[in-house]
């Protein structure tokens, strides 16, 4: 049985950090990419950032580049995700994803398979 867990959701000022981590049991991690979502309250779930499985390639959504960095520790089995300078508009569940290849790193969340629970995250102004 596949499951994600993730951990470091919280409240944070505006311009602060928070590191989301998500583990992944059931499944050989080191074979498939990672990827984060979020969904604010009364909008869709969006794409925030994806990691291949050998780390060699990342991508993230506009309105995260620059600020969030997606990392992975295929012997901890984790995903991380590194959020700077926060915003009142970053406020969302996150959700971690395990991708359905090794390579793919694309926003589709159809190309995911497996997904956390999520966590919240809350910026305040």
């Known amino acids: 049985q596949v499951q994600l867990v993730e951990f470091g959701g919280g409240l944070v000022q505006a311009g602060g950090s928070l590191r989301l981590s998500c583990v992944v049991s059931?499944?050989?991690?080191?074979?498939?990419?990672m990827g984060w979502f979020r969904q604010a309250p009364g909008k869709e779930r969006e794409f925030v950032a994806a990691?291949?499985?050998?780390?060699?390639?990342?991508h993230y959504a506009d309105s995260v580049k620059g600020r969030f960095t997606i990392s992975r520790d295929n012997a901890k089995k984790t995903v991380y995700l590194q959020m700077n300078t926060l915003k009142p508009e970053d406020t969302a569940v996150y959700y971690c994803a395990t991708g359905s290849l090794g390579y793919y790193t694309g926003s589709a969340a159809a190309e995911y398979d497996y997904w956390g629970q999520g966590t919240q995250v809350t910026v305040s102004s």
């Open positions: 059931g499944r050989t991690f080191r074979t498939y990419a």
């Open positions: 990691i291949s499985a050998s780390s060699s390639g990342t």
